[in-house]
């Protein structure tokens, strides 16, 4: 069974610039939540996903959003991109049962905002 | 607000030693708690899910414990090995309804030949 994908693994942007990464879940998993992992603040949640709506939304600006698709897969947007967005972003998927249960993380995508 | 904390920051151990990671959270209505491993610049990965009705997971060498009331778990690892130096993080999970999780800083554990 395929883990929990995330694509790209790395990416170099330009402040100002946007971004977009992808996460496709494990198959058959509903939910996907994001988190942005950083030296200072640790990890810290973004949001989560299920079934194409957003059930759930971390403290970050509103340049940060989110979507997902029927299939569960799951982008990120980040737009006017500062320097201190550089970091691990991880996204995790949860099994289909009504109540959350065992979360699964992806490998990550290192973003450097140069 | 959920704050989990856990201590220490680092540690450093030779091998074959069991040792024990302390993972303490400030509000007891939690629905599970989740130990996770992160080897360097990689992704997490799942050690032991408690959920709040249970009070220890077990598995291999790895041993789980939850204390609602006191709000602590622990984790503790038998016999240490070098393969297992990584960051060790646990994770409150709040509510039955969402996904978000509340990450503690971590504990980083060396294990010396």
């Known amino acids: 069974k395929a883990g929990v994908t995330q694509t790209p693994r790395y990416l170099i942007k330009t402040r100002g610039q946007q971004v977009t990464l992808s996460c496709s879940p494990i198959s058959g998993h509903r939910s996907v939540s994001w988190y942005q992992q950083t030296p200072g603040q640790g990890l810290q949640f973004l949001f989560e996903y299920f079934s194409e709506t957003q059930r759930n939304k971390g403290n970050f600006p509103g340049r940060f959003s989110g979507r997902q698709f029927s299939n569960s897969r799951s982008e990120m947007n980040v737009s006017t991109l500062e320097l201190g967005d550089s970091a691990l972003y991880l996204c995790?998927?949860?099994?289909?049962?009504?109540?959350?249960?065992?979360?699964?993380f992806g490998q990550g995508t290192r973003l450097t905002v140069v | 607000k959920q704050e989990v904390t856990q201590i220490p920051a680092a540690l450093s151990v030779p091998e074959g030693e069991n040792l024990v990671l302390n993972c303490s959270f400030t509000?007891?209505?939690?629905?599970?708690l989740q130990w996770f491993r992160q080897d360097p610049g990689k992704g997490l990965t799942s050690l032991l899910l408690?959920?709040?009705?249970?009070r220890e997971q077990t598995s291999g060498r790895l041993n789980a414990s939850l204390d609602k009331s006191s709000g602590r778990s622990t984790l503790y690892i038998a016999a240490s090995q070098p393969g297992d130096s990584a960051t060790y993080l646990c994770?409150?999970?709040?509510?039955?309804?969402?996904?978000?999780?509340?990450f503690g800083q971590g504990t980083t554990l060396q294990v010396k030949p």
């Open positions: 408690i959920q709040s009705s249970q």
């Open positions: 995790a998927s949860s099994p289909p049962q009504g109540s959350f249960t065992e979360a699964f």
């Open positions: 994770a409150v999970g709040s509510s039955g309804n969402t996904g978000k999780l509340i």
């Open positions: 509000d007891s209505a939690i629905y599970n």
